[in-house]
């Protein structure tokens, strides 16, 4: 039997129930939405700058290289009205409409710059009035960012800041009665479903603010039951915020490409990363391009697909004009514009992942994680985009070189290169294999190889701290060296060329790297006083007390070497590597400054005589093929190093601006047959010689007297002896025997010279 | 008599200088003469509002201007020097000594120069306490004179 009362009962529960739990979802809903929406702020990736360009006249730089980065940092050649982010240029000027920028000292307005060159330097920098600048900050490049999951990256802007064009055309096409409805459109959802009926395809029908719901708390999947969440979180968000609110955040949330791995979101970026220019700037046509964009990032693609994109733009601007958002005459000016899109060599999360990883761990030393991947934090770093890029292509070019020349099969050599300045420590350029672009195992930073002769230089470097020893031409001996110690083999070193040398003078046996003369010479002052050198130079790494440590069975990271080499570099001050000058947050406030820091850890006079003597590494020594690249008056300072069996090839050097290692090898330590003359150095020269290095010319300290020697006997000399060199000893230090070869007229001539002052004295009685 | 004997001997002086043989060991090439160098407009310019941000009391600015000149001068001992200052200021005594140091690698002949380094570095070793070092940094500033 139907029991009716019974039936209605149950239908009543039911209804209750039912009613009972959509309270209850929407509640939860509601709490999510206000919530999320409210507490949501969006995650920005930290951004990192390179150095800023700044010119003054006298600098030495070509116009192409300030073009080039112009280029790279989104500038568009030939004038533009209105906004800045241009450049214009013939042989000797260059004009720049240099953007507004804020530096960690404040904003720097948009400003026309003049520049004037002459023989590859700058003669002029001028405002537009022809007034002279002390001083010109460029923008400085944006390479790359440390972003939130999925490589989300975005500039946020204000719905202000919107043109007016750009939101009426996404009006028009997404979403006509945006300002009339409650968070769904059911004329929307009828057009929808007309045209899906029509077989013209499925169309959207979702209002901004269903899409909007969908990109920020759904998952793209697409089931009944999400397009019912997903209706009812709109009529929601529609309840508690207004039209601008969600639309500003609509616009700062939208996906709008892909950049290798980084995911252009917002349009804040877009007309930054499509037209080189902040999003009010965009005109028409351009905004245009971006509201098409939004059916599908990919699919109408400017770069990749630039037809298809002109037809959608095009399509979208026709409707902006059908809704009455623009005249006819605005209508056919922007479809008659080009697409204006402005391309660059794809980026990714950084162009540069190697220097980015130096970056991102000296950050990490301050900063937590999560802040870095969302507080929209600005970091100002050192690289130098030009030294980079030059340490980047000889690398690859020279890498390749070698390998064409060895049977060995894949993986191929790998090398590393970093370049630092010599007086402030800031890193240039890092460069950690010969895949550049690639993030993955850092040799800059995380390979640890055999250093061989590169720790030369502190054994000299110890004994040369002790003029009353040891001065560049003491005899040190060559012969076969056995060095007994209890509970190890004993361990004797052999000469690269496997002959022994004899007695040489102190500055040949460092010139040429001779290793027995080394040992014996390491073992003399103590293997304890060598190390305590070594740490003194700034190398942290515990080491063994080994006699074998002082050739180099060391294993140490090219960027710990750039360390050791960059102390010698500025003259025995220990000045910690820097790649971060400053942080702001994400609106310009100063949070942190990494200052200059300096420390004296060596006197100068022994520096001076180590640098003298790597001087001579390369202008008669291991490294004397650096002649092909530059020029002797470069002076550079230098040291060849290679390992056992040839699988390290080590080159350390430095200029008077900049210090550069390189290293090459095999990942998986085979031996490369390359020595550190015969494939480091290559790459080092090639990339300094691109650079126009400035020759290295140290003050000479007061301790520092020069005296005529002859290299034959390694005693004082004079005008008679033919191949005489003028060298470089701590005051009191130089030999006062006399070369034989030293004329007797010299000593006579001497001695009246000196008897002839003393008369000269006495007759004028002073 | 005189003339003629003094005429002599400093002909004979003059025969007896030694011309040094052109060695493989150059000096090092001269130096663009580093004080003189301050005439550069860009630093002339940084280095005038570092002085004003100091005077102001904005220690750091004034720190990072004179870095951004440094890295157009690097050898300018003035710059230096006006950054071992500043680091006085800020409380930093160690990078105060050591950077007025630095200054005084690159001060050449310029006594004056040197002098007031180590006046600075007198005043940093003071004010950490080690009165003898600050002593001893007087005596040598005494000395360049």
Redesign the interface.
């Known amino acids: 039997m139907f029991d009716r009362a019974k039936f209605w009962r149950y239908a009543r529960y039911t209804i209750l129930t039912v009613a009972l739990l959509a309270a209850g979802f929407t509640l939860y809903l509601d709490i999510r939405v206000r919530s999320e929406f409210e507490g949501r702020r969006f995650a920005l990736p930290a951004r990192i700058y390179a150095r800023p360009l700044e010119l003054h006249a006298g600098l030495r730089i070509a116009q192409i290289d300030v073009v080039r980065e112009l280029q790279e940092a989104g500038y568009g050649q030939g004038p533009r009205e209105g906004d800045p982010g241009w450049f214009a240029n013939d042989n000797d000027w260059l004009e720049v409409a240099v953007r507004p920028f804020v530096f960690w000292d404040g904003l720097q307005p948009a400003k026309r710059v003049r520049v004037a060159f002459e023989g590859g330097a700058v003669k002029a920098v001028q405002d537009a009035e022809g007034r002279d600048l002390p001083l010109a900050r460029l923008e400085p490049l944006a390479i790359g960012g440390i972003y939130p999951a999925n490589n989300e990256d975005r500039v946020l802007v204000r719905l202000s800041e919107v043109p007016k064009h750009l939101v009426q055309a996404l009006v028009a096409n997404e979403d006509r009665n945006f300002y009339a409805h409650h968070g769904f459109d059911l004329r929307g959802i009828a057009r929808a479903a007309l045209s899906f009926l029509r077989l013209k395809g499925l169309q959207g029908g979702s209002t901004l603010t269903q899409q909007l719901v969908k990109n920020f708390f759904l998952t793209p999947e697409r089931t009944l039951s999400r397009k019912i969440t997903e209706l009812f979180m709109a009529v929601l968000l529609e309840i508690h915020y207004d039209k601008d609110e969600i639309l500003e955040t609509y616009l700062n949330e939208i996906y709008l490409g892909q950049d290798r791995d980084r995911a252009i979101h917002g349009v804040g970026l877009a007309s930054l990363y499509y037209f080189g220019k902040t999003v009010e700037h965009l005109t028409l046509a351009e905004s245009a391009l971006l509201v098409g964009m939004v059916k599908g990032p990919t699919f109408y693609d400017p770069f990749r697909n630039p037809e298809r994109a002109l037809e959608r733009r095009n399509l979208v601007l026709r409707e902006t004009k059908d809704r009455g958002f623009a005249t006819m005459e605005e209508y056919s000016k922007a479809r008659a514009a080009s697409l204006g899109v402005n391309q660059k060599a794809a980026m990714g999360t950084s162009p540069h992942p190697a220097f980015l990883d130096l970056v991102h761990r000296q950050l990490r030393r301050d900063y937590d994680e999560a802040d870095l991947r969302s507080e929209g934090l600005r970091v100002f770093t050192t690289l130098d985009p030009r030294v980079q890029s030059a340490a980047e292509r000889v690398l690859e070019r020279k890498l390749a070189q070698f390998d064409r020349g060895k049977i060995f099969g894949d993986p191929g050599l790998e090398g590393a290169v970093v370049v630092t300045d010599t007086q402030s420590g800031e890193v240039q350029a890092l460069v950690g294999g010969r895949d550049v672009r690639y993030r993955g195992f850092n040799r800059a930073l995380d390979a640890a190889r055999p250093v061989g002769s590169l720790l030369k230089p502190a054994i000299y470097l110890t004994a040369l701290a002790d003029p009353a020893h040891y001065t560049l031409v003491t005899p040190v001996d060559d012969g076969p060296f056995v060095w007994k110690s209890r509970g190890a083999p004993d361990w004797e070193p052999t000469n690269y060329d496997k002959t022994f040398h004899g007695a040489v003078p102190l500055r040949t046996a460092l010139a040429h790297s001779y290793n027995a003369a080394t040992a014996r010479l390491g073992t003399d002052i103590g293997v304890e006083r060598v190390l305590a050198t070594i740490k003194r130079l700034g190398i942290e790494r515990e080491m063994q007390p080994y006699a074998s440590t002082l050739l180099g069975a060391v294993d140490l990271s090219p960027l710990e070497v750039a360390q050791l080499y960059q102390t010698i570099a500025s003259g025995g001050f220990r000045t910690p590597l820097r790649a971060i000058r400053e942080v702001t947050t994400q609106d310009g406030r100063p949070l942190k400054r990494y200052a200059l820091a300096v420390e004296q850890a060596f006197p100068p006079e022994p520096m001076y005589l180590i640098t003298a003597a790597m001087q001579g590494v390369v202008r008669e020594g291991t490294a004397q093929s650096l002649k092909n690249w530059l020029p002797p008056e470069t002076a550079v300072a230098g040291k060849t190093g290679t390992t056992t069996e040839q699988r390290d090839a080590w080159f350390a050097g430095f200029t008077g601006d900049r210090l550069g290692i390189v290293w090459i090898g095999y990942d998986d330590n085979r031996a490369a047959r390359l020595s550190g003359a015969g494939a480091a150095l290559p790459v080092w020269g090639e990339m300094m010689a691109a650079l126009a290095p400035e020759p290295l010319a140290l003050p000479k300290p007061d301790g520092i007297e020069n005296v005529l020697i002859d290299p034959e006997s390694g005693l004082r000399a004079d005008f008679a002896c033919s191949g005489a060199v003028e060298l470089p000893f701590a005051q009191g230090s130089a030999p006062v025997a006399r070369a034989p070869c030293a004329s007797a007229v010299g000593v006579v001539v001497e001695q009246v010279k000196q008897q002839a002052k003393n008369w000269v004295q006495r007759l004028f009685g002073r | 008599m005189?003339t003629l004997?003094?005429f002599l001997?400093?002909a004979?002086?003059g025969?007896?200088t030694?011309?040094?043989?052109p060695?493989?060991?150059?000096?090092?090439?001269?130096?663009p003469e580093p004080a003189a160098r301050t005439e550069?407009?860009?630093i002339?310019?940084?280095m005038d509002g570092a002085r004003s941000d100091a005077a102001a009391g904005r220690l750091?600015?004034a720190?990072?201007s004179l870095?951004?000149a440094?890295?157009?001068e690097?050898?300018n001992p003035r710059l230096w020097q006006e950054?071992a200052r500043v680091r006085l200021k800020q409380g930093d005594y160690?990078?105060a000594e050591?950077?007025a140091?630095?200054s005084n690698?690159?001060a050449?002949g310029d006594n004056q120069l040197r002098a007031e380094n180590w006046r600075l570095i007198a005043q940093a070793r003071d004010a950490r306490g080690d009165a003898e070092g600050a002593k001893a940094a007087l005596e040598a500033a005494e000395r360049q004179r």
Do not use: D, Y
């Open positions: 005189r004997l003094a001997a400093a004979i002086a025969c007896a030694v011309v040094q043989p060695g493989p060991f150059p000096e090092p090439a001269p130096l550069n407009l860009a002339a310019g940084l750091t600015n720190a990072a870095e951004r440094l890295r157009i690097p050898r950054l160690v990078q050591s950077t140091a630095r690698s690159w050449g």
